[in-house]
Each structure stands twice: as C-alpha cells, then as structure tokens.
C-alpha cells in the first residue's frame, strides 16, 4: 500500500526526499512527480479580464446564488498527462476516488509521487493509498509551490469565468468540459506546471 510520508521544509530538500522514496522501490522503478489540487466552481462567480475596445466599459454577468462543485485536478508536467474529476463536495470520500483514479493514469512499472497541500481529506488516515502512489505533503501556507493553482487561474480565465450558470448541471458540464479542454492541450499542462526547483536535477 501506498503511503503519506511527513511534510518537507522547502523546495531545497526535495531531491533527498525524492531519493529516500525512489530507495524503498525495486530498483529501476521510475518516479512520477506529479501535483494535485481542488478549485471550486460555483454560481458566484468570478469576473475576470476582457478584451473591450478602448472607451468602452464591458459588460459581465455576476450570479448571486451559491451551487457549486468542486474539480480535484492532478497533472504530471514532465509527461503533460493529467487526472481529473468533478466531484460535488471537497472530502476524504471524494479523495478516496480521485486517487484510484489517479492511479490508473500512473505508467506501468513507475511511481507517483503526488505534492499537495495538507487538507484535512489529503491527510486522513482512514485514506487507502494505492501501491503506485506515495503523497508527499507541501509545507504550510505555501499555494505558490503547487502550480495547479496556475492552472486553476487558466482555466477560469479562459473557460470558466464571465458566465452565468443555470443549474448544478449546468456547473458540472462547464468543468468537465474545462477539463477535457486542458487534457487535449499537454503542452500547456507542461509550460504551466513545470518547475526547475522540482525538475531541474
């Protein structure tokens, strides 16, 4: 089974912390590194930046309700491969199945390492963790070290902001849809996610 190793201090540390994973394997196996997270996509919505002509001052609707779901999102930027689900509440059940389902996306024969943050549903001991998968908690009050959140802030931008959702429904489609979006564009998984503090040794 899978495991849940401690927090690390900084980014400084990663490589030993890689090392002692890649230790416990059978020799030869590959590492995976790979980041996880969860937006929130509800009716009140974000406004965000639009082209306009100069003079001019656009218009953007802004829903007052408060349906939403929620996308939990991993991607693995060395290989531009992604695993993603919409799931109506943020909690260790919905983790459960977003793990096997990011298990099914590990290569054959490698490991996945997963950086996230320590969310009480990424640490609960009651989680099953598959073989191929080992969580590797982020440090404390440190969003800029999961590049997820930059591709959250894309997928707003470009697919899920200045709209109106008319149903619960209606929210689930539109993420889904951002989602399979960003799986036919691997390039951009990997120009948004990639980090030399992570990859570059």
């Known amino acids: 089974m899978g495991k849940i190793l401690m927090p690390w201090r900084n980014s400084k540390n990663?490589?030993?912390r890689l090392a002692a994973i890649r230790a416990g394997l059978p020799a030869g196996t590959?590492?995976?590194?790979?980041?996880?997270?969860?937006?929130?996509?509800?009716?009140?919505?974000?406004i965000t930046r639009r082209w306009a002509r100069r003079g001019t001052r656009p218009r953007a609707?802004?829903?007052q309700r408060t349906k939403w779901a929620y996308i939990f999102g991993a991607i693995c930027p060395a290989k531009g491969k992604a695993a993603g689900l919409v799931?109506?509440?943020?909690?260790?059940?919905?983790m459960q199945v977003h793990l096997a389902e990011i298990s099914a996306t590990v290569d054959r024969g490698a490991h996945s390492v997963i950086l996230l943050d320590q969310a009480g549903w990424h640490m609960s001991a009651t989680l099953v963790i598959p073989d191929n998968i080992t969580l590797l908690p982020l440090p404390p009050r440190s969003p800029g070290l999961n590049p997820v959140e930059n591709l959250w802030q894309f997928m707003r931008d470009n697919w899920l902001s200045n709209r109106v959702f008319t149903s619960y429904d209606d929210i689930v489609a539109h993420c889904c849809d951002a989602w399979n979006k960003l799986l036919d564009r691997p390039w951009k998984i990997t120009s948004i996610g990639l980090r030399d503090w992570a990859h570059g040794f």
Not at 87 to 94: G, I, L, N, R, S
């Open 87 to 94: 799931m109506p509440f943020a909690d260790t059940e919905a």
């Open 30 to 46: 590959e590492l995976e590194l790979c980041w996880q997270d969860e937006a929130r996509v509800g009716q009140k919505n974000a």
């Open 14 to 16: 990663l490589p030993e």
């Open 61 to 63: 609707p802004h829903d």
